[in-house]
């Protein structure tokens, strides 16, 4: 078995969440070979909220409210409903604002009509579940604190079409990596030991290694990224 050590800190181009690196030999695999990621270190540093999902626009009695949440992590969820609360209030009183931990969901009512029509932070909460209970609430499901609750290393360099599909139909998803630390922490991950990738034919010297979430979307973080890659 090869083992080759990747560091995101010893890539030659790229960022700390696609990179690239060169080998110190060229690798040459024909196929009928297993690949394997382990001792994956990641630091949870995505906050909760930040520029790409911080906007929520609300419909009530004929008018057009664009409200922007404050940027950062949020701990709990009274830290969520604090959050929002601050930017509905202004819209009307009677907003409740209930964040379930055992469901990790989120209810949001009003005593008055409304509709969410878009904001970059309900575009992201109607990705996943949800439903109105009726024209004065939603009931969203799905709503983890962590920034970051899932994510996919993948490698364009590596993709072996047919022997697993990640998000969006992609791939090259070599593992699923579930946030479970707080933010601040660094997250370990190993795969399963009964647990391979199969790899495609290919001779090359240089690898190129993605970080994207649960929608396929590239994780942006400044924070570097390890793991060991082994080949059997």
Not at 184 to 190: F, H, I, L, T
Request: glycine share 8%.
């Amino acid at each position: 078995m090869r083992q080759y050590f990747i560091d995101s800190r010893d890539r030659t181009s790229g960022s700390s969440t696609q990179f690239s690196v060169v080998l110190p030999q060229t690798l040459s695999l024909e196929s009928g070979h297993q690949g394997r990621i382990d001792d994956l270190r990641l630091p949870n540093v995505i906050p909760t909220i930040t520029s790409l999902n911080n906007t929520i626009d609300v419909l009530m009695s004929g008018t057009y409210y664009h409200k922007t949440l404050g940027l950062g992590q949020t701990f709990s969820g009274v830290d969520m409903e604090n959050a929002l609360k601050a930017v509905l209030t202004p819209i009307s009183g009677g907003w409740t604002v209930q964040y379930i931990t055992g469901r990790t969901a989120l209810y949001i009512a009003c005593t008055n009509e409304f509709e969410f029509s878009g904001g970059t932070f309900i575009q992201q909460l109607m990705s996943r579940p949800w439903h109105r209970p009726d024209n004065k609430s939603y009931f969203f499901e799905f709503v983890p604190l962590y920034g970051l609750d899932m994510c996919y290393l993948c490698s364009p360099s590596l993709t072996h079409r047919g022997y697993s599909v990640g998000p969006k139909g992609s791939e090259d998803v070599l593992c699923a990596i579930p946030i479970t630390v707080p933010y601040g922490a660094v997250q370990q991950y190993s795969m399963s030991t009964s647990v391979f990738f199969d790899l495609p034919s290919l001779t090359t010297q240089h690898l190129t290694f993605e970080l994207r979430d649960r929608d396929y979307n590239l994780v942006v973080s400044q924070a570097n990224i390890s793991f060991t890659f082994a080949i059997d």
